[in-house]
């Protein structure tokens, strides 16, 4: 078991490899303006993950399979790998979407993820850029493990090594996508590609700083392997624009040892996330705000109630269920926008904060 884990740590070493050289060679890595604590946070926490968490968890998932259920040992040794497969690679897909997903409407797997989209430019190892404890509670790194253990090792390590071409295609700044866009007989079958698996204009969406681009949709396109889940929770935006501008609207940088060890290492700044005291409080108030806006200008309207740039959205919705409105002015002039978050014609005021609650 543990032999399969490290087989396949070289492999997806060997895909890192091809990426980085493919990156080096489109010019791209030469140009990176990454800090140290940045490679710090994406190289040590892909050596974490695949020297110590994932091997810590197959022990883990070894040892308690052996204690509580034995004979379930290697008990699909025999079954054929075109049954192994699909149903390891779909189970693992819709663990990891859904753990993204509370990832970014939950606060405390928020603080976890937070660091992968503080990455303000894309790259090949950006995909390992998480605090420690985000892997030590995935899902899918334990349904690996269980798989493992249940004889599906074949369907693990092909099921993985695929799906790591994918991820770390989609975070690569080589964009293999973009070229095949532009050629017009490859375009239909590129929207049935991009149907099925996650490219990178799709996961670059993902990554872009606000919806106010008209391209970008952090609070969407959770899916890592396949697209067809966010197809099925209604979370998918399809483009095939990349965005420019990467990473968080509001973000007090932290030292590396906050961002991998949280919660056991909080920052010292208090305007961080991460810091011990920190707390989202409501900023919604009674009165609407009247703001002045321009023709054709988008604006993001803050609907969590929770902005400190009302009533405009500063970012402070991640870890909640709340996304912002993405809204266009229709003419120059000042406009009355809902600060109570109760209006039935957002973002702008209908009186509702003068009704009585019911
Ligand atoms: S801060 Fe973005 S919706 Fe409130």
């Not at 493990?145 to 295609?169: D, N, R, Y």
């Not at 200008?297 to 409105?325: A, I, V």
């Amino acid at each position: 078991m543990i032999g399969n884990t490290n087989t396949l740590e070289l492999l997806v070493l060997l895909i890192l490899v091809i990426f980085g050289i493919a990156e080096i060679v489109a010019g791209r890595l030469q140009q990176t303006k990454r800090t140290f604590s940045d490679w710090l946070q994406e190289a040590g926490g892909f050596a974490v993950l695949m020297g110590v968490i994932k091997p810590l968890i197959f022990l883990a998932v070894l040892g308690l399979g052996n204690l509580i259920v034995p004979d379930w040992h290697n008990r699909f040794s025999q079954t054929s790998f075109w049954i192994l497969f699909p149903v390891f690679l779909l189970v693992d897909d819709v663990f990891q979407y859904g753990y993204h997903r509370l990832a970014h409407e939950h606060d405390f797997f928020w603080r976890l993820h937070r660091p992968h989209h503080q990455a303000e430019e894309m790259g090949f190892f950006v995909s390992y850029r998480n605090a420690g404890l985000y892997y030590v509670l995935m899902p899918n790194i334990w349904w690996t493990g269980i798989m493992t253990f249940l004889g599906g090792g074949l369907a693990v390590t092909v099921g993985l090594i695929l799906k790591q071409l994918v991820i770390i295609g989609s975070h690569s700044t080589v964009k293999w996508d973009k070229p095949l866009y532009t050629i017009p007989f490859l375009s239909p079958i590129m929207t049935v590609v991009e149907r099925i698996i996650v490219t990178p204009a799709f996961h670059y969406a993902h990554h872009g700083k606000s919806k106010r681009d008209g391209i970008s949709d952090p609070n969407g396109n959770y899916g890592n392997m396949f697209s067809i889940w966010d197809q099925l929770f209604n979370t998918a935006v399809f483009t095939r624009k990349f965005p420019t501008d990467l990473g968080l609207i509001n973000d007090p940088k932290e030292h590396w040892s906050a961002t991998y060890f949280y919660p056991l290492v909080k920052s010292d700044n208090p305007e961080s996330e991460l810091s011990g005291g920190y707390k989202k409080v409501s900023t919604s108030v009674f009165e609407p705000a009247a703001v002045e806006v321009k023709k054709g200008e988008k604006y993001l309207w803050c609907r969590c109630g929770k902005s400190k740039n009302q009533p405009f959205c500063d970012g402070s919705h991640h870890g909640t269920k709340y996304k912002p409105l993405l809204f266009e002015a229709k003419k120059d002039g000042v406009i009355k926008l809902c600060n109570c978050k109760l209006t039935n014609t957002a973002p702008y005021c209908d009186n509702s904060h003068r009704k009585p609650a019911s």
